[in-house]
């Protein structure tokens, strides 16, 4: 017992990020296999995670309205100029004083509301443990650090915990679920074990566990190598460069390992580019913007993957433009629009691909924002609204939609709202769809325990 004891301690202090990926040796990575192995059952068949990042602080309380009622006046009076008008009403198994309606831009996911295939989750955000409004007027509250730190606050909702503040490490939640799920990422027996874990918006620590990291692609290929791509000598210059790094003999450690690192990359990009280049154009059609060729390109990795044998997959993607401290009223409606075309082509490609009941797609935003204006605009808040889509998800409102007016129970002052659903538990949703054993969330959610009646959206 005090064995397997020592174990899960030490699993639980790697995955919490107390301990970097540099001190590990190979005797702790195994220590860590064998805990894994004793706690965590590998499901079959396929699943994919497709996380959407609205950079920039989504205002989602722009992303509905109130349908009639005080509720609508008390919700133009506060939004002001911001208010927006024709909203399109969704029905739910909540009580919503006024009712409630998406913005017309939203038309495309407000559809998939309607059959059942859209999670609206309301009011969340990051919160350490439940509090009230008064604890934190008081300022008796336990809370987030930086809370309204674009930096700090992605950080946050990507790693999905905060572990003693300002020890968090740098893990992300997908990739320490990956790592405990597959003790064994980069499992050499797959021919592309590099699929699992791929970004198309860079590096991101969502991603980045303890065993395993992002693997960067682009929206419209795969990179290969570019020293001198832009060279008018490229095609002389590059076969010396890659025959000296495949045939020199390096005695130097590093630089042995870079010469691997550096061909294998190459060797993933051309084998990768290989096999887009061999899949059918899809039918679907996705908007001609940078998210839309996010997540076509997402809807074929997804193909290759499940091709492959791969039996979990996740992929990273994001949009910018989310700030709207100014010029709210003409950029917001914009990018909501954007957002909810490409969701809903992308779910339209999942059905074309026979995966919709495979993947979940959801959204992820540093913080919501004020329910006030400052006159052109809104200011950085905290709780809000994201979305769960896939084939899997059972469409509802979860948590509480509060009234989107100053003075709402939740309003902690200034239009700021205080989220009712923390991150960890919308996250734990996720994971348990995904895969990870349910006595296993609290440690891959540390903050989870502290929380009742965490939402189902499967």
Same mark, same amino acid.
């Given at each position: +017992?005090?064995?397997?004891?020592?174990?899960?301690?030490?699993? *639980?202090?790697?995955?919490?990020?107390?301990?970097?990926?540099?001190?590990?040796?190979?005797?702790?990575?195994?220590?860590?296999?064998?805990?894994?192995?004793?706690?965590?059952?590998?499901?079959?068949?396929?699943?994919?995670?497709?996380?959407?990042?609205?950079?920039?602080?989504?205002?989602?309380?722009? +992303?509905?309205?109130?349908?009639?009622?005080?509720?609508?006046?008390?919700?133009?009076?506060?939004?002001?100029?911001?208010?927006?008008?024709?909203?399109?009403?969704?029905?739910?198994q909540?009580?919503?004083?006024?009712?409630?309606?998406?913005?017309?831009?939203?038309?495309?996911?407000?559809?998939?509301?309607?059959?059942? *295939?859209?999670?609206?989750?309301?009011?969340?955000?990051?919160l350490?443990?439940?509090?009230?409004?008064?604890?934190? *007027?008081?300022?008796?509250?336990?809370?987030?650090?930086?809370?309204?730190?674009?930096?700090?606050?992605?950080?946050?909702?990507?790693?999905?915990?905060?572990?003693?503040?300002?020890?968090?490490?740098?893990?992300?939640?997908?990739?320490?679920?990956?790592?405990l799920?597959?003790?064994?990422?980069?499992?050499?027996?797959?021919?592309?074990?590099?699929?699992?874990?791929?970004?198309?918006?860079?590096?991101?620590?969502?991603?980045?566990?303890?065993?395993?990291?992002?693997?960067?692609?682009?929206?419209?290929?795969?990179?290969?190598?570019?020293?001198?791509?832009?060279?008018?000598?490229?095609?002389?210059?590059?076969?010396?460069?890659?025959?000296?790094?495949?045939?020199?003999?390096?005695?130097?450690?590093?630089?042995?390992?870079?010469? *691997?690192?550096?061909?294998?990359?190459?060797?993933?990009?051309?084998?990768?580019?290989?096999?887009?280049?061999?899949?059918?154009?899809?039918?679907?059609?996705?908007?001609? $913007?940078?998210?839309?060729?996010?997540?076509?390109?997402?809807?074929?990795?997804?193909?290759?993957?499940?091709q492959?044998?791969?039996?979990?997959?996740?992929?990273?993607?994001?949009?910018?433009?989310?700030?709207?401290h100014?010029?709210?009223?003409?950029?917001?409606?914009?990018?909501?629009?954007?957002?909810?075309?490409?969701?809903?082509?992308?779910?339209?490609?999942?059905?074309?691909?026979s995966?919709?009941?495979?993947?979940?797609?959801?959204?992820?935003?540093?913080?919501?924002r004020?329910?006030?204006?400052?006159?052109?605009?809104?200011?950085?808040?905290?709780?809000? /609204?994201?979305?769960?889509?896939?084939?899997?998800?059972?469409?509802?409102?979860?948590?509480?939609?509060?009234? /989107?007016?100053?003075?709402?129970?939740?309003?902690?002052?200034?239009?700021? +709202?205080?989220?009712?659903?923390?991150?960890?538990?919308?996250?734990?949703?996720?994971?348990?769809?995904?895969g990870?054993?349910? $006595? +296993?969330?609290?440690?891959?959610?540390?903050n989870?325990?502290?929380?009742?009646?965490?939402?189902?959206?499967?």
């Amino acid at each position: +017992m005090e064995s397997l004891n020592t174990r899960r301690s030490f699993l *639980k202090k790697s995955l919490y990020g107390s301990l970097g990926l540099s001190a590990f040796t190979s005797t702790q990575f195994a220590l860590v296999n064998s805990a894994l192995a004793q706690q965590i059952v590998t499901p079959g068949g396929y699943k994919a995670l497709v996380c959407i990042f609205l950079y920039g602080g989504n205002d989602s309380f722009n +992303m509905f309205t109130p349908m009639e009622g005080q509720a609508l006046v008390d919700y133009k009076n506060t939004r002001q100029s911001l208010a927006r008008e024709n909203a399109i009403e969704i029905t739910s198994q909540q009580q919503i004083e006024g009712g409630i309606g998406f913005v017309p831009e939203m038309a495309s996911l407000k559809n998939l509301y309607d059959q059942g *295939k859209l999670a609206i989750q309301a009011n969340v955000g990051s919160l350490l443990q439940p509090t009230t409004v008064t604890e934190i *007027k008081n300022k008796q509250a336990l809370l987030p650090n930086q809370l309204y730190s674009h930096s700090s606050q992605q950080h946050t909702w990507q790693r999905g915990a905060e572990l003693n503040q300002n020890q968090t490490g740098h893990t992300g939640w997908a990739g320490r679920m990956f790592d405990l799920m597959q003790p064994n990422p980069r499992d050499a027996t797959q021919q592309f074990p590099y699929m699992q874990n791929m970004s198309l918006n860079g590096h991101n620590i969502w991603q980045s566990g303890l065993m395993t990291s992002p693997y960067s692609v682009c929206a419209t290929d795969v990179e290969t190598m570019n020293i001198y791509k832009f060279h008018h000598l490229a095609s002389i210059r590059k076969p010396i460069v890659e025959n000296y790094v495949n045939n020199t003999v390096h005695e130097h450690l590093l630089a042995k390992e870079y010469s *691997k690192i550096l061909m294998g990359a190459e060797k993933n990009a051309r084998e990768l580019n290989t096999q887009l280049a061999q899949q059918p154009i899809l039918n679907t059609l996705f908007p001609e $913007n940078s998210l839309g060729d996010q997540l076509q390109q997402v809807a074929q990795l997804m193909r290759i993957g499940k091709q492959q044998g791969l039996g979990r997959q996740v992929f990273f993607v994001g949009m910018g433009g989310f700030d709207t401290h100014s010029n709210q009223s003409s950029q917001h409606p914009k990018l909501l629009a954007t957002l909810s075309d490409a969701m809903a082509s992308f779910y339209n490609a999942t059905i074309e691909l026979s995966m919709e009941h495979e993947v979940t797609s959801f959204t992820m935003s540093d913080f919501g924002r004020t329910l006030t204006s400052n006159g052109d605009g809104t200011d950085h808040g905290w709780g809000g /609204h994201q979305f769960i889509l896939g084939g899997a998800v059972q469409g509802e409102i979860y948590g509480n939609m509060p009234r /989107h007016t100053v003075g709402a129970e939740e309003d902690i002052g200034s239009g700021h +709202m205080m989220p009712t659903t923390a991150t960890e538990q919308m996250f734990a949703s996720l994971a348990s769809w995904y895969g990870v054993n349910h $006595n +296993m969330l609290n440690t891959l959610f540390p903050n989870l325990h502290n929380f009742d009646n965490n939402p189902n959206y499967f």
